[in-house]
């Protein structure tokens, strides 16, 4: 393999570890290990680093306004094209939490993709988006503009559940 493919798959795999040291340590939270739970916080943030070098190391950072048209693609991808079959797939199987999953995935990829446009517009145009609260979703990733909605549309869990991001 090439460095660059060397690349794409090391970062793929930090990616993934953070991901998934990071609810590692949920589990240690909840099973009253907290000190276990931050050595999975840590271990996590250190894949974030080894990742973001590796994306660097690949040229996967640009400019604003080129990650936005990349962030669209990537977005438009997964709801158009990946979940669809995904979804489907599940339904014959009869695996009812990959089902969920899917099609919480596949409805929020398109608002994000809506979302990434009006921000691309705004950059675009010579300016940023408006200062607003943002809200995800726990359950779903829903992701929403200055106040949690009553119920998510997309997954039907209350507010409460909505996180306010920084």
Same mark, same amino acid.
């Given at each position: 393999m090439s460095t660059k493919e060397n690349l794409a798959e090391a970062f793929a795999g930090e990616s993934q570890a953070n991901r998934k040291y990071l609810a590692f340590a949920k589990q240690a939270e909840v099973d009253g290990l907290p000190q276990v739970a931050r050595l999975f916080r840590a271990a996590a943030h250190a894949e974030t680093?080894? #990742?973001?070098?590796?994306?660097?190391? $690949?040229?996967? %950072?640009?400019?604003?306004?080129?990650?936005?048209? =990349?962030? !669209?693609?990537?977005?438009?991808?997964?709801?158009?094209?990946?979940?669809?079959?995904?979804?489907?797939? #599940?339904?014959?199987?009869?695996?009812? $939490?990959?089902? %969920?999953?899917?099609?919480?995935?596949?409805?929020? =990829?398109? !608002?994000?993709?809506?979302?990434?446009?009006?921000?691309?517009?705004?950059?675009?145009?010579?300016?940023?988006?408006?200062?607003?609260?943002?809200?995800?979703?726990? %359950?779903c990733g829903n992701t929403v503009y200055d106040a949690a909605p009553d119920k998510c549309p997309v997954c039907g869990v209350p507010k409460e559940r909505f996180t306010l991001i920084d």
């Amino acid at each position: 393999m090439s460095t660059k493919e060397n690349l794409a798959e090391a970062f793929a795999g930090e990616s993934q570890a953070n991901r998934k040291y990071l609810a590692f340590a949920k589990q240690a939270e909840v099973d009253g290990l907290p000190q276990v739970a931050r050595l999975f916080r840590a271990a996590a943030h250190a894949e974030t680093v080894h #990742a973001h070098a590796h994306l660097r190391a $690949m040229g996967g %950072i640009k400019k604003t306004a080129e990650n936005l048209q =990349e962030a !669209i693609a990537g977005e438009g991808f997964e709801f158009q094209t990946m979940y669809p079959p995904y979804l489907e797939e #599940a339904k014959q199987e009869g695996d009812r $939490m990959a089902e %969920i999953s899917f099609r919480n995935a596949l409805a929020v =990829e398109e !608002i994000h993709h809506d979302l990434y446009q009006k921000a691309l517009a705004a950059v675009q145009s010579g300016g940023d988006l408006a200062s607003r609260q943002v809200y995800v979703c726990e %359950i779903c990733g829903n992701t929403v503009y200055d106040a949690a909605p009553d119920k998510c549309p997309v997954c039907g869990v209350p507010k409460e559940r909505f996180t306010l991001i920084d």
